[in-house]
Each structure stands twice: as C-alpha cells, then as structure tokens.
C-alpha cells in the first residue's frame, strides 16, 4: 500500500461520495430547507398582520367604547330631562287640583255664607213680625214703643 494511491483512492470515493450527496441528497434538503423558510416567513406576516388586526381591534374597540359612553351620557341627558319634565307636569297638576279645590272650597263657602244669610232673614222677619205683633198689641206709648224697639235691637 502506497500512501499516494491510498490518497488517490480516498479522493475518487470522497468525489463520488460528494457527487452522490449533491445529486440525491442535497436537492432533498435544499427544498426541506425552503419549504421551511417559506413556513417562517409565512408564519413571520402572519404574525404581522395579527399584530395589526389586534392594534386595528383595539382602536376598534375604543371607538365603541367611546360610542358607548357618549349614548349612554344622552340617555343619562334624556332621562334628567324627562325626570325634570315629569317633576314640572306633576307640579302643573298640583297647582291645577289646587285651584280646583281652593275653587271649590270658594263655592261651598259662598253656599254657606248664602245659607246663613238665608237663615238670618228668615229670622230677621220672624223677629220684625213678632216685633211688630207686640208694638201693636200694646199701646201706643213713645217709651213703650222705644223699649220695645230697643229690646228688638238686641235679639237682631
């Protein structure tokens, strides 16, 4: 064994050993490689254009929040004014029942202010006619007659 042809003998297997990796081995791997690149960069805009839903969710999402505050504030706004127009209705319908029963108390006092005029005439002339059934009845006397109307005069 020669150390020359042992060296000649190792390269031609060493080049047939490369030739034969570079012809049915390294195509293999070269597109393993690629397809796994291409999953990375894949994956890699996936992740960008997630990252750019989320941000464009979040703005989203604070828009409707901010919607949401400002409906909510107008109905808060609605329901003070409504509030505030049912305590003005009421108060409308308290000073109107409250005409209505000063009005009405009005009337009843008038009915009864009428009633006891009523009833002091009808006195009054009971009390003239009994008056003037005794100045009758009695003589004609000028102090008689002044005592009598004078006695008259109290009971009226």
């Known amino acids: 064994m020669n150390i020359n042809l042992t060296i000649f003998g190792q ?21 393993a490689m690629r397809e796994r690149q291409q999953s990375i960069a894949d994956g890699l805009e996936a992740a960008e254009r997630a990252e750019k839903d989320l941000e464009l969710a979040q703005r989203g999402a604070a828009d409707h929040i901010r919607d949401a505050r400002e409906e909510a504030g107008e109905i808060l706004d609605q329901a003070r004014r409504r509030g505030a127009q049912m305590i003005e209705e009421a108060k409308v319908q308290a ?15 008038e009915h009864s202010v009428n009633r006891a ?7 009054v002339a009971t009390l003239a006619v009994a008056g003037a059934e005794r100045i009758l009845s009695e003589t004609i006397d000028r102090d008689r ?11 009226l």
């Open 11 to 31: 390269s031609i297997v060493f080049g047939l050993f490369v030739w034969f990796c570079l012809k049915f081995i390294w195509p293999f791997l070269i597109s």
């Open 95 to 109: 000073r109107e029942e409250g005409e209505r029963v000063k009005e009405t108390a009005a009337a009843e006092i």
């Open 117 to 123: 005029r009523e009833e002091l005439r009808e006195e």
């Open 145 to 155: 007659h002044r005592a009598l109307l004078e006695q008259l005069a109290t009971e």
